[in-house]
């Protein structure tokens, strides 16, 4: 079975940067898809990045040009390196492949 734990979250400032990792774990041959959502508060998850193992990647709407996912097939790990943040972005970050999901960072943007 598959695990999923984030880590990186924490409080920025407006227009600062933040690097998410999310490390995969147990017993598996090979993960695909590996993505990023979030969850504001009273708001529904939300869509944020997806990167295959080949490495294509797809993003979601409200921070393309802002955030960059990548992975590392060797270490079973994804990234999601967030830039030019807004308070927008404050939310919990799920990471997720397929059915499984971590447990959630939580990212704070506020002066």
């Known amino acids: 079975q598959v695990q999923l734990v984030e880590s990186g979250g924490g409080l920025v400032q407006p227009g600062g940067s933040l690097r998410l990792s999310c490390a995969a774990s147990?017993?598996?041959?090979?993960?695909?898809?590996m993505g990023w959502y979030r969850q504001a508060p009273g708001k529904q998850r939300e869509f944020v990045a997806v990167?295959?193992?080949?490495?294509?990647?797809t993003y979601g709407d409200s921070v393309k040009g802002r955030f960059t996912i990548s992975r590392d097939n060797a270490k079973n790990t994804v990234y999601l390196q967030m830039n030019s943040l807004k308070p927008e972005d404050t939310a919990v970050y799920y990471c997720?492949?397929?059915?499984?999901w971590g447990q959630g960072t939580l990212v704070t943007v506020s002066s």
């Open positions: 990167i295959s193992r080949g490495g294509s990647t």
């Open positions: 997720n492949s397929d059915t499984i």
């Open positions: 147990g017993s598996f041959f090979v993960i695909n898809n």
